[in-house]
């Protein structure tokens, strides 16, 4: 992957797409995984709770191999680009090289349930525009997967990601995830340039909503919850 070209598109948008993270193959073996119960340790109803429409899972320890294998390789790539937001906003940078130190870390603090969700989006679901609040310990970037093929397998379910610019208005941008891509962006905050410098840009995603088919998405948080 060119890193340099994917920091670039991250600190302009907010957001950027990777090329292929996993084949058609390994997509259909994780979205799969949905039904076996057993591999998650909550299921959440996101009309119960008032957040948009659909289901999401997530999965308990032990990981699935090829989820586990994600987050390691991800995490030290993705460091750098945390590290200088960081840096721009004059914010605590705690995260360490080895991503087993950072977790360690969010578990010491008490942030011990993982992360890592499987999401499912029948016909009329949606996910309401939100952020991620999981506990004092964040790591300002996630990675959200495709596994199903937009336009064959389902249509509608763009991701939008809105920024809230500082005394402007907001921005929107919409993804169309394809299979096996990944989509970096931007967890709570990002910094961008003000008359006095750098600012906090918050920042919501969501999912539009799907029109037909079934759609499958593998989110990515590289932080633990409390």
Same mark, same amino acid.
């Given at each position: 992957?060119?890193?340099?070209?994917?920091?670039?598109?991250?600190?302009?948008?907010g =957001?950027a797409?990777?090329?292929?993270l996993?084949?058609?193959?390994? =997509?259909?073996? !994780?979205?799969?995984? /949905?039904?076996?119960?057993g591999?998650?340790?909550?299921?959440?109803?996101?009309?119960?709770?008032?957040?948009?429409?659909?289901? /999401?899972?997530y999965?308990?320890?032990?990981?699935?191999?090829?989820?586990?294998?994600?987050?390691?390789?991800?995490?030290? @790539?993705?460091?750098? !680009?945390?590290?200088?937001?960081?840096?721009?906003?004059?914010?605590?940078?705690?995260?360490?090289?080895?991503?087993?130190?950072?977790?360690?870390? =969010?578990?010491?603090?008490? @942030?011990?349930?993982?992360?890592?969700?499987?999401?499912?989006?029948?016909?009329?679901?949606?996910?309401?525009?939100?952020?991620?609040? /999981?506990?004092?310990?964040?790591?300002?970037?996630?990675?959200?997967?495709?596994?199903?093929?937009?336009?064959?397998? /389902?249509?509608?379910?763009?991701?939008?990601?809105?920024?809230?610019?500082?005394?402007?208005?907001?921005?929107?941008?919409?993804?169309?995830?394809? @299979?096996?891509?990944?989509?970096?962006?931007?967890?709570?905050?990002?910094?961008?340039?003000?008359?006095?410098?750098?600012?906090?840009?918050?920042?919501?995603?969501?999912?539009?909503?799907?029109?037909?088919?079934?759609?499958?998405?593998?989110?990515?948080?590289?932080?633990?919850?409390?």
């Amino acid at each position: 992957m060119n890193w340099e070209k994917l920091t670039e598109e991250v600190n302009a948008y907010g =957001c950027a797409l990777t090329p292929p993270l996993l084949t058609p193959q390994e =997509c259909k073996e !994780i979205a799969g995984l /949905y039904d076996e119960a057993g591999l998650f340790r909550s299921t959440i109803d996101m009309e119960r709770f008032r957040f948009g429409a659909g289901q /999401y899972r997530y999965f308990d320890r032990p990981f699935p191999p090829l989820v586990e294998r994600l987050r390691a390789e991800l995490y030290p @790539q993705l460091l750098p !680009i945390a590290r200088d937001w960081a840096s721009k906003l004059g914010w605590p940078a705690p995260w360490p090289d080895d991503f087993g130190e950072w977790l360690d870390m =969010c578990h010491r603090a008490g @942030q011990t349930k993982p992360t890592p969700i499987l999401l499912r989006y029948e016909r009329d679901d949606w996910n309401a525009l939100h952020r991620d609040l /999981y506990g004092d310990l964040v790591f300002p970037l996630q990675v959200v997967i495709g596994l199903d093929r937009p336009g064959e397998d /389902y249509t509608g379910g763009e991701f939008l990601l809105v920024e809230q610019r500082p005394r402007a208005q907001s921005r929107g941008t919409v993804t169309v995830l394809p @299979q096996g891509h990944g989509l970096i962006f931007t967890t709570r905050d990002r910094p961008v340039r003000s008359s006095r410098g750098w600012s906090a840009s918050p920042v919501r995603h969501g999912v539009s909503t799907v029109r037909s088919g079934l759609r499958h998405t593998l989110g990515l948080v590289f932080h633990d919850a409390s």
